[in-house]
């Protein structure tokens, strides 16, 4: 729901080609992992990991449990339009991602690496995989979690719209939506990278900005079919019952340097992430200055944990020297990237 699709994304991409002579010793404490978010679901996703990998397919077995019905027969079997939905999208891109990662460490057991990541960071809903990977969240309590914050989204945020506009600069874009108050509530709800940024609010000043987009030069200004208007100030009702049900959940100081979505500020404690994800509701995620902050601290390699590969593309874009590693799209022998050598994604 908040960010674009692979085809969208990679219109503005270009490859990079990973470095085959790095080794697993210097590789250790430069790469980071990376979770999508909604819009990444596709019936079948993960599939042919989990027929071959016992370890991620516990974790759908687990997800299945938790949950109380059968998550992993939507992920593989459908339909799309079930599987879309915000209340189902959310805990099986969560589950996904988890499988992928759990697939990647017991690779890396068998194969006597150690994974050792500088960095995690989840686009909007694939903050809570990253948090299950910092060990700030049990998997189970996770997965209950983001089924009720997209019952709640659904339920309790003012119906609106979103809008994703490529070409423009930051500052058009910014002017634009200045404009496009007049006409309702409206912001930015992703600074997904420079030149792509997705806009939340009513339909009114939405379709105002999508049009003045349009106007200005840019090369898509389109409406996006979602149904709420994610990471905006219509989520407020949506916040602040989240906010209560968060207060209840037993969060852990992140074990991995975890990078939050709101300021792009790492997270230390319990209470930090508690109000991240509360707060992320109707704040938007600043994606492009999340990846900035991990290059900066020496992160060379991005590998992305979960379905789809919107998140590399974006990367490459945001950080040209990057190299990025989508385990959803492994080499012909099925391999999985580990940090001692791998392959770029396409």
């Given at each position: 729901?908040?960010?674009m699709?692979d085809?969208?994304s990679?219109?503005m991409?270009?490859?990079q080609t990973?470095?085959?002579t790095?080794d697993?010793a210097s590789?250790?404490?430069?790469h980071?992992?990376v979770f999508p978010?909604?819009?990444?679901?596709?019936?079948?996703?993960?599939a042919?990991?989990?027929?071959?990998s016992?370890a991620?397919?516990?974790?759908?077995a687990?997800a299945d449990a938790a949950?109380?019905?059968?998550?992993?027969?939507?992920?593989?079997?459908?339909p799309?339009e079930?599987?879309d939905l915000?209340?189902n999208a959310?805990?099986?891109?969560?589950?996904?991602?988890v499988?992928?990662?759990e697939?990647?460490?017991?690779?890396?057991?068998?194969a006597?690496?150690?994974l050792?990541?500088?960095s995690v960071?989840?686009?909007?809903?694939?903050?809570y995989a990253?948090?299950?990977?910092?060990?700030a969240?049990d998997?189970e309590t996770?997965?209950?979690?983001?089924r009720?914050?997209g019952?709640?989204?659904?339920?309790?945020?003012?119906?609106g719209?979103?809008g994703?506009?490529?070409g423009?600069?930051?500052?058009?874009v910014?002017?634009?939506v200045?404009q496009?108050?007049?006409?309702?509530?409206?912001?930015i709800?992703?600074?997904n990278?420079?030149?792509?940024i997705?806009l939340?609010?009513v339909?009114?000043?939405?379709?105002?900005?999508?049009?003045?987009s349009?106007?200005?030069g840019?090369?898509?200004?389109v409406q996006?079919?979602?149904?709420v208007?994610s990471?905006?100030?219509?989520?407020?009702r949506?916040?602040d019952?989240?906010?209560?049900?968060?207060?209840h959940v037993?969060?852990r100081?992140?074990?991995?340097q975890m990078?939050?979505?709101?300021?792009?500020?790492?997270?230390?404690?319990?209470?930090?992430?508690?109000?991240?994800l509360s707060?992320?509701?109707?704040h938007?995620v600043?994606?492009?200055d999340t990846?900035?902050?991990?290059?900066?601290?020496?992160?060379?390699?991005f590998i992305?944990?979960g379905?789809?590969?919107?998140?590399s593309?974006?990367i490459?874009?945001?950080?040209?020297?990057?190299?990025?590693?989508a385990m959803?799209?492994p080499g012909?022998d099925?391999a999985i990237?580990?940090?001692?050598?791998?392959?770029?994604?396409?």
């Amino acid at each position: 729901m908040t960010h674009m699709t692979d085809s969208e994304s990679s219109d503005m991409t270009t490859q990079q080609t990973a470095d085959p002579t790095a080794d697993a010793a210097s590789a250790a404490g430069r790469h980071a992992y990376v979770f999508p978010g909604q819009g990444s679901q596709y019936v079948g996703m993960g599939a042919a990991l989990i027929e071959r990998s016992l370890a991620a397919a516990k974790v759908m077995a687990r997800a299945d449990a938790a949950l109380g019905f059968e998550l992993s027969r939507l992920i593989a079997e459908g339909p799309a339009e079930e599987l879309d939905l915000t209340i189902n999208a959310q805990p099986a891109i969560l589950a996904t991602s988890v499988a992928f990662l759990e697939a990647m460490r017991d690779e890396a057991r068998a194969a006597g690496v150690e994974l050792d990541p500088q960095s995690v960071a989840g686009h909007s809903a694939g903050q809570y995989a990253a948090a299950v990977a910092a060990d700030a969240i049990d998997f189970e309590t996770a997965i209950n979690l983001v089924r009720e914050r997209g019952r709640i989204m659904q339920e309790r945020g003012i119906d609106g719209g979103m809008g994703a506009i490529i070409g423009l600069s930051d500052e058009q874009v910014h002017e634009i939506v200045d404009q496009a108050r007049a006409h309702g509530e409206i912001g930015i709800a992703n600074a997904n990278a420079p030149g792509q940024i997705v806009l939340s609010g009513v339909i009114p000043a939405l379709a105002f900005a999508l049009e003045m987009s349009r106007t200005v030069g840019a090369r898509k200004a389109v409406q996006l079919t979602v149904s709420v208007a994610s990471h905006s100030p219509l989520m407020r009702r949506a916040r602040d019952e989240f906010s209560q049900l968060l207060a209840h959940v037993p969060f852990r100081e992140p074990r991995v340097q975890m990078l939050g979505n709101v300021h792009a500020t790492v997270i230390e404690t319990a209470d930090a992430l508690r109000k991240e994800l509360s707060e992320h509701l109707v704040h938007g995620v600043q994606w492009t200055d999340t990846v900035r902050r991990m290059a900066a601290n020496g992160v060379t390699d991005f590998i992305e944990v979960g379905p789809g590969r919107v998140l590399s593309g974006l990367i490459r874009r945001i950080v040209p020297g990057a190299q990025t590693h989508a385990m959803d799209n492994p080499g012909a022998d099925g391999a999985i990237w580990l940090p001692r050598a791998g392959e770029t994604a396409a």
